[in-house]
C-alpha cells in the first residue's frame, strides 16, 4: 500500500506472491517463482510479470550473489527472456555496488542480446543510488559452463549511461536527476546527449504526470538542443 498524493488516501499498489523452495540451512532459498500484480486504473489487480530466479550463492548477509532468472508472460506461459545475473560487492542497504546482468533471448539460444556492467556509487542508507555507470557489451565469457563469474570482452562496448540522482522521493523515486550518454567508436567512448530530468510526484504505481527533459549538445550545457 502507498499513499496516492492526489488524495492523500492511502491505496493497494502491487502485490507480490513468492513460493521459496530449496531452501538450505540458512534459511536462503535456491528457488523462488514470483508472482507480481498490480492495480488497474479501476483498483482491479493485473499480472505484470511471473519469474523463476534460481539462486546458486549468497553472501554472509543472505544476498543473492549468483543468479539465473527466467522471466514468463505467465505461470506456464511464454518463456520472454533469459538472464544470468551476479552481484558483485554489497552496500549495508543491500545494493549491489557493481552489478552485472547478460539477457539472452527467449528461445534460450546462447545468443546474447546484451550484457550491462552496473557501477553504483553514493548511496544513502535506504538504498536510494546518487550515482549510476551502466555499460553495455556485446559480448562476454560466462565461466563454468555458463554459471560462474561474467567476464565482459574489453572491446565489445556498445554504449555508457552515467546517471546522477540529486533527489528522491519517499519511495525512492527519481525527482531531479542528469543521464549523460556516451557511444562506443571501437576504441572510446565519445559523448552523446546530455539530458537534465525534473520529475513530478509519483502516482501509486510510480508513474509521474508530468516530466520536464532538456537536451544538452554537451555536458557543459552550453548549447540546449530541444
Not at 558483485?88 to 533471448?105: D, E, F, Q
Request: proline share 2%.
Amino acid at each position: 500500500y502507498v499513499v496516492d498524493g492526489s488524495d492523500s488516501l492511502e491505496k493497494l499498489s502491487r502485490k507480490t506472491f513468492t513460493l521459496n523452495e530449496n531452501i538450505n540451512n540458512r534459511g536462503d532459498a535456491g528457488v523462488q517463482k514470483v508472482t507480481s500484480y498490480a492495480t488497474s486504473d479501476q483498483g482491479e489487480l493485473v499480472l505484470v510479470t511471473y519469474q523463476e530466479l534460481t539462486n546458486r550463492e549468497f553472501d554472509s548477509q543472505h544476498n543473492v550473489l549468483n543468479q539465473n532468472v527466467l522471466t514468463y508472460s505467465e505461470v506456464s506461459g511464454t518463456l520472454l527472456d533469459v538472464q544470468e545475473v551476479r552481484n558483485i560487492g554489497l552496500h549495508s542497504s543491500g545494493v549491489a555496488l557493481k552489478r552485472i546482468i547478460v539477457t539472452y533471448p527467449e528461445n534460450f539460444a546462447w545468443e546474447l542480446i546484451d550484457v550491462k556492467v552496473i557501477e553504483n556509487s553514493d548511496i544513502d542508507s535506504s538504498g536510494n543510488v546518487g550515482r549510476s555507470v551502466i555499460t553495455k557489451y556485446a559480448e562476454c565469457a560466462i565461466a563454468n559452463g555458463g554459471t560462474g563469474a561474467v567476464t565482459p570482452t574489453p572491446g565489445s562496448e556498445i554504449d555508457r549511461q552515467t546517471i546522477t540522482t540529486a533527489e528522491f522521493d519517499l519511495r525512492g523515486n527519481a525527482l531531479t536527476q542528469t543521464i549523460l550518454s556516451e557511444y562506443w567508436t571501437g576504441t572510446v567512448f565519445m559523448f552523446s546527449e546530455f539530458k537534465d530530468i525534473i520529475n513530478n510526484a509519483y502516482d501509486i504505481h510510480d508513474r509521474t504526470p508530468r516530466s520536464e527533459i532538456k537536451s544538452w549538445s554537451d555536458a557543459s550545457r552550453t548549447e540546449l538542443v530541444n
